[in-house]
């Protein structure tokens, strides 16, 4: 792929957009913080002889703010441990207008993205205006420029370390290398969290108030987040349960074991020495492209989004062995528990150390736009295999999205998807007329079979998407779940 550099403009974006998510994780204490408060203040206005029947919720609250501490210290040692690919601590101002000013304050040039409506990444649904920053920054392309085609792996096995492709290296600086990263690596036994929320006793936060060797961590740090940003941090760590918890694994089950039943049919005698080609967009956390690369393929996951990314990044590279770190992912929420007991309950991960796991040589995550990066020659009839799990709702243009899996497969190129059509961009709440194309199952078909795919398997699998096993409602999906095969050219 073809060397591409940012524009200032586009690199100033890109700043922005990352201060913006790093800020988003650490306002996560205060944030939480403020929802406890909110329930010592209801239960104060309670009845005396009521306070006496539930005297035992003010040491659920202590019990809580334990919980956030612990969470918060995961989310400190995961930023601790982010190598941001931009110089941070570079003065940026965009004003509102979307141009950039340069120090003295004159305009360089205009033109800005300014699309997109937020989106919750764990449910999948538009969620509320509330995002007031300008926001479509997430979707900005930050591995453009560098080669993601896995026959130039730079994921170095010895270090098991995964390349987390244009991430980690500074774009500025392309010299910058996988073992600058390792060096950033915390150890695991500096910032080990027990399970025990009693045992909180940490140096990265105060009271939740951050204090951070980074400088860049210091200067993203702003008051006012939007909640929808907090949101997404929450939508995180129930990911994190998802693909790196013992509790995910039903929904694993659920979702990846059939794709990766459907990869080992279809690709029953693989070779070793030159394993087929996998990618993986819209991969998360990760996990679905870390099997898929354990079952013998050359695996890529492709994700844009950079709260998904420090996490993975953090998952994959830095994590030392399996269950090293303990959070509460189900605090957040009073609604639909059993128990305090259920709701207060310690989760831990990763189920498997993912350098142990037995990876296939060239495994990497390529931060980027999907159709940014993908839609290029080089990519073209390129891949054996693509897997959409949960993403191709995620489109503004979903004809788009099939047209490119099409074409960067190879002829004869299997297309495995698993998801629902709960279109990111339906009923959009932003002011901007963004496109979004909502086709019915039929109609996503149809477009598929018209860019030279014919259907191989066709099932419907009931699953959820992060949901709490434990609570009382369960969102489930009947998602589609096909194998389509691109037509050899005649
Ligand atoms: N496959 C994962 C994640 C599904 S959620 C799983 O099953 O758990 C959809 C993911 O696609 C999100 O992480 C989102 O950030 C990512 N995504 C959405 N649009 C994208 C795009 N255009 N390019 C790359 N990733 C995208």
């Known amino acids: 792929m073809g060397e591409r550099r940012y524009s200032k403009l586009e690199e100033a974006l890109e700043i922005k957009s990352l201060r913006r998510i790093i800020n988003a994780y650490l306002n996560y204490p205060d944030a939480a913080e403020a929802d406890v408060r909110r329930y010592e203040r209801s239960f104060k206005k309670l009845l005396p002889a009521d306070k006496a029947l539930l005297s035992h919720l003010p040491s659920k609250f202590r019990r809580l703010r334990q919980c956030i501490s612990l969470n918060t210290q995961f989310i400190i040692s995961m930023l601790q441990a982010f190598e941001p690919p931009f110089d ?45 920053i300008v926001s479509g920054l997430e979707s900005s392309n930050f591995c453009s420029g560098n080669d993601v085609t896995p026959s130039s792996q730079k994921s170095s096995n010895e270090k098991k370390e995964i390349n987390m492709e244009n991430l980690c290296n500074s774009v500025a600086d392309k010299s910058s290398t996988s073992e600058h990263h390792t060096e950033s690596c915390i150890s695991g036994d500096d910032v080990n969290v027990t399970g025990d929320p009693a045992s909180c006793c940490h140096d990265s936060t105060d009271n939740g108030n951050v204090t951070s060797p980074h400088d860049w961590m210091d200067r993203s740090l702003e008051l006012n987040v939007p909640l929808v940003d907090v949101d997404k941090v929450r939508c995180i760590i129930r990911n994190i349960v998802r693909d790196w918890a013992a509790e995910g694994q039903k929904e694993r089950d659920q979702c990846y074991k059939p794709i990766l039943t459907e990869l080992n049919r279809i690709f029953p005698g693989r070779s070793k020495e030159r394993p087929p080609c996998c990618l993986v967009p819209g991969a998360g956390l990760g996990r679905l492209a870390l099997e898929i690369s354990c079952l013998g393929f050359i695996c890529q ?190």
């Open 301 to 490: 996951g492709n994700e844009f989004s950079y709260y998904m990314m420090i996490c993975s990044n953090f998952i994959l590279n830095h994590i030392q062995v399996a269950n090293e770190w303990t959070i509460y992912p189900w605090i957040h929420s009073n609604c639909n528990t059993l128990s305090d007991r259920d709701q207060l309950r310690p989760v831990s991960f990763p189920d498997i150390h993912a350098a142990s796991a037995g990876i296939t040589e060239g495994f990497s995550m390529c931060g980027g736009d999907f159709v940014e990066v993908y839609n290029d020659e080089s990519q073209e009839a390129f891949w054996d295999a693509v897997v959409t799990c949960f993403f191709l709702d995620t489109a503004h243009n979903i004809v788009e999205y099939i047209e490119i899996i099409s074409k960067i497969l190879k002829s004869g190129g299997v297309w495995i998807n698993l998801g629902p059509l709960l279109y990111h961009f339906a009923d959009s709440y932003s002011p901007d007329d963004e496109m979004s194309i909502e086709l019915s199952l039929e109609d996503v078909k149809k477009v598929a079979f018209h860019y030279g795919f014919e259907l191989e398997m066709e099932k419907i699998i009931e699953t959820t998407y992060t949901a709490n096993p434990r609570s009382m409602m369960q969102n489930r999906y009947f998602a589609a779940f096909w194998t389509m095969k691109k037509k050899p050219v005649t």
């Open 88 to 132: 941070m601590s570079q003065d940026i101002d965009i004003d509102e207008h979307g141009n950039l000013k340069n120090v003295s304050g004159d305009h360089l040039h205009t033109e800005v993205s300014s699309s997109s409506q937020e989106r919750d990444i764990c449910t999948g649904q538009p969620v509320s205006a509330t995002g007031s």
